[in-house]
């Protein structure tokens, strides 16, 4: 069955260290997305891709970074971990084609972050 | 920019109770998307709403979309304890932005004896 996975599922990191989450589709999407979601803001987009080369920033991008090689990974890399970035990430896909699901996203279990 | 509203953000119900969470957006859609979010977990696609008019119900819950008033509903028949959960409305964006979601704030269900 297709999924979407992520890695690790908790990190604890210390400020400054520069941290990679890794994001990993299996049903040949060609959009995935992050997002971080904390008490009282909801979900909040970080970065998005609409295809291998493509990447966008979202409405929360300081201090983050993705890159994408291949249809199935999207890592997000913080660049200097700040306690401001201790938060819940989730990973997410969809399909760009129309069809009766639309642009439905799929969601990983999410990377718990905790920065110190 | 779209933005997107929900209400309430917090809804206490009895057993047996039926009630609307309620989902507002900004600028023209035609696609809007429900997900369900139990505590310490993720999202989880509830219903797909792609045109005017549609409906659609599982179980006791059913969604509708008005994309003239920029409304979608999810209606809670007969409430049960299982249906405790966060509730989020997502609103599709339009022309090159398509694959692209905006979220609600979520609404928080607690369904009690």
């Known amino acids: 069955d297709a999924e979407i996975t992520q890695s690790p599922r908790h990190k604890i990191t210390e400020t400054g260290r520069q941290v990679t989450l890794a994001c990993h589709q299996t049903?040949?999407?060609?959009?995935m997305f992050w997002y971080r979601q904390d008490l009282g803001h909801g979900l909040r987009l970080i970065h998005y891709s609409y295809g291998v080369q493509d990447t966008n920033k979202g409405e929360v991008s300081d201090g983050y970074s993705v890159s994408r090689s291949n249809t199935e990974d999207l890592p997000l890399t913080l660049e200097s971990a700040a306690s401001s970035q201790t938060s819940v990430y989730f990973c997410a896909s969809s399909n760009t084609r129309r069809g009766p699901l639309g642009d439905t996203q799929y969601f990983g279990p999410g990377t718990r972050l905790t920065v110190l | 920019e779209l933005k997107v509203e929900q209400n309430p953000l917090f809804l206490s119900m009895q057993e047996g109770k039926n009630y609307t969470i309620y989902c507002n957006y900004s600028?023209?859609?035609?696609?809007l998307y429900w997900y369900r979010q139990d505590p310490g977990k993720s999202l989880e696609s509830l219903f797909v709403l792609l045109s005017n008019g549609a409906v659609k119900q599982e179980g006791r819950l059913m969604a509708s979309l008005d994309t003239k008033a920029r409304l979608s509903t999810l209606h809670i028949t007969a409430a049960v304890h299982d249906l405790s959960a966060t509730y989020f409305c997502a609103v599709g964006a339009g022309g090159t932005s398509y694959g692209k979601l905006t979220f609600g704030q979520g609404t928080i269900l607690t369904v009690h004896p």
């Open positions: 049903w040949n999407h060609n959009n």
């Open positions: 600028t023209t859609s035609d696609r």
